[in-house]
């Protein structure tokens, strides 16, 4: 008989949960390390699932192919809440947007140019409308909480165990081997460590003498108070990108990773908000109601860090931004690269090995 596998994953997030609820689903003995149910990154997530504009075609393909890892999540997971609503965006330039859907539209994806009457039909209540804007009809939202939660409740249905209120503070190593994370509920050994913390995955990496390249960029995004339904879908204005959520908060940040929220947040926020009201119809009821500030675990080349650390045996990383629409790519791939023990050929191109050292 096999013996089962047992992984612990370090996070709660979108992509720790992901990589939870697929080893779990595969049979693996999973425990959850985290300080939060729902991850730092997570809850301040705009949660756009997309494959958009200034991607290579490598990583386009990957996107694509997390998009559709999403329908099959929603099969698995009945509830995880995915809405398919698709995007309305003008925030490129004439010839940035004859480039993007050019190049684009000619890989597959499903974009075209609509003009201000179908922008209007589609998103009534906008207080002003673009001459032309182009729309995806594929792209969509899912609301990162509550989808992280549903992974991590079916995980926890196939036996995982999960530690919440606990503190990962070091990797253990035996033998050049990762053996298992010391925590502030006490050590755990395990066949294998998947790091999916964000931006608290460096520290933690560093005691097992791994260094990851990432930066943490600042996003502050704003919350309204739930409301009537004011947007049908993603809207990408100039300087605003905006949505409205399944209980009915819209949404907003500069751009989709939010704005830099300097010294005084609470300012940056206020005028953010105004803003927001200036490009909708009969905001009188319209109140903001909390904003956030996400720091996003981002690879100093842009691109995610995935797959298993190479000269480190029993451990695995998954850090990156854009975690909601790579999470279900990132858990099925994963896994199957721990379980098997073979190199999973899409993660190639995300290896930490391309940083050297």
């Known amino acids: 008989m096999v013996k089962q596998k047992s ?9 720790g949960a992901s990589v939870a609820w697929h080893l779990a689903r595969q049979g693996a003995a999973v425990t959850v390390v985290a300080e939060k149910n729902d991850g730092v990154a997570t809850p301040a997530s705009f949660a756009w699932i997309n494959a958009s504009w200034g991607n290579p075609e490598f990583y386009f393909r990957f996107r694509r192919y997390a998009m559709e890892g999403w329908k099959r999540l929603a099969n698995e997971l009945p509830g995880i809440g995915v809405n398919w609503c698709g995007s309305i965006g003008w925030d490129l330039s004439e010839s940035e947007f004859d480039a993007y859907a050019t190049q684009y539209g000619g890989w597959g994806y499903g974009i075209r140019r609509i003009k201000r009457d179908e922008i209007e039909l589609r998103e009534p209540h906008l207080a002003h409308y673009p001459e032309f804007a182009l729309h995806v009809a594929e792209e969509g939202v899912v609301e990162p909480v509550a989808a992280a939660q549903r992974m991590l409740a079916g995980a926890q249905w196939r036996g995982a165990r999960l530690l919440y209120g606990a503190t990962a503070s070091m990797l253990l190593q035996e033998g050049g081997r990762v053996t298992g994370v010391a925590t502030t509920f006490g050590t755990f050994k395990a066949d294998h460590v998947v790091l999916a913390a964000g931006a608290g995955a460096v520290a933690l990496a560093e005691t097992a003498g791994v260094k990851l390249s990432i930066e943490t960029p600042p996003g502050l995004i704003v919350h309204s108070k739930p409301t009537e339904k004011r947007l049908n879908g993603l809207v990408l204005a100039s300087e605003l990108h905006m949505r409205q959520t399944a209980e009915g908060r819209i949404i907003a940040g500069a751009d989709f990773g939010g704005s830099d929220p300097g010294a005084n947040q609470q300012a940056v926020a206020d005028t953010l908000f105004a803003k927001l009201k200036t490009t909708l119809k ?12 996400g720091y996003r675990p981002t690879p100093k080349d842009g691109f995610p860090i995935i797959g298993k650390a190479e000269n480190h045996e029993g451990l695995s990383i998954a850090v990156m931004h854009s975690g909601v629409t790579l999470a279900p790519a990132v858990g099925l791939l994963l896994s199957k690269e721990i379980l098997s023990d073979r190199p999973e050929e899409k993660l190639a191109p995300f290896r930490l090995s391309r940083f050297g050292g």
Not at 282 to 293: E, H, I, K, N
Request: a negative charge; aromatic letters at 10%; glycine letters at 10%.
């Open 282 to 293: 009969d905001v009188d009821d319209l109140a903001l109601d909390f904003f956030t500030v």
């Open 7 to 15: 992984v612990i994953v370090v996070g709660a997030g979108i992509i």
